[in-house]
Nanobody, 120 residues
Framework: QVQPVESGGGLVQAGGSLRLSCAAS????????VGWYRQGPGKQRELVAR???????????TDYADPVKGRFTISRDNAKTVSLQMNSLGPEDTAVYYC??????????WGQGTQVTVSS
């Protein structure tokens, strides 16, 4: 079963940093993009950041939601892992963070999620 696995969540004080990782399972050749989403208490799931594969790693495109621009960075660590570096965290960033793979043919695979809690 293809399902990405998230790691790196936890509890951090406001102003702190966390780094989340998303590890792909199975073949990575069909992955078109990897996105990080989050769902806060009582909120809908929203896109945080996405990296879309280019011909080469240097051609990858990144997109960010406005609330995290300048604070979060999505990057490809290696062929199987995409990370989300989160800096200057605030209580508004508290959420369950999910990784989603979009593969050729439009297939989408979600991870189980990892909790991020930011205390004020």
């Amino acid at each position: 079963q293809v399902q990405p696995v998230e790691s790196g969540g936890g509890l951090v004080q406001a102003g702190g940093s966390l780094r989340l990782s998303c590890a792909a399972s199975g073949s990575v050749f069909s992955i078109l993009s990897v996105g990080w989403y989050r769902q806060g208490p009582g909120k809908q799931r929203e896109l945080v950041a996405r990296i879309t594969s280019g011909v080469a790693t240097s051609d990858d495109r990144t997109d960010y939601a406005d609330p995290v621009k300048g604070r979060f960075t999505i990057s490809r660590d290696n062929a199987k892992t995409v990370s989300l570096q989160m800096n200057s965290l605030g209580p508004e960033d508290t959420a369950v963070y999910y990784c989603k793979e979009t593969r050729a043919g439009g297939r989408e695979y979600w991870g189980q999620g990892t909790q991020v809690t930011v205390s004020s």
